[in-house]
């Protein structure tokens, strides 16, 4: 995942207080990591409602990252 990314979400996740995010942007840290099926559909519904682009690319980022198996 790109650090550039994370560092949005990270900013993201403070501005809104999304600590389920948080949570899926610690997880990134972690090459052994293994997020839920719930983490996905939550993640998913995320990318889908948001507006900002540049925060919707840094979702999807960590989307193909966790999931893009």
Same mark, same amino acid.
């Given at each position: 995942?790109?650090?550039?990314?994370?560092?949005?979400?990270? %900013?993201?996740?403070?501005?809104?207080? /999304?600590?389920?995010?948080?949570?899926?942007?610690?997880?990134?840290?972690?090459?052994?990591?293994?997020?839920? &099926?719930? &983490?996905? @559909?939550?993640?998913? /519904?995320? @990318?889908? %409602?948001?507006?900002?682009?540049?925060?919707?690319?840094?979702? /999807?980022?960590?989307? &193909?990252?966790?999931?893009?198996?």
């Amino acid at each position: 995942m790109k650090e550039y990314s994370r560092i949005i979400l990270e %900013q993201y996740c403070k501005a809104h207080r /999304k600590r389920k995010l948080a949570r899926l942007v610690e997880l990134s840290y972690d090459p052994a990591c293994e997020a839920t &099926d719930a &983490d996905a @559909i939550y993640l998913e /519904k995320l @990318i889908n %409602q948001e507006e900002d682009a540049e925060i919707r690319a840094a979702l /999807k980022d960590l989307d &193909d990252y966790l999931f893009g198996w």
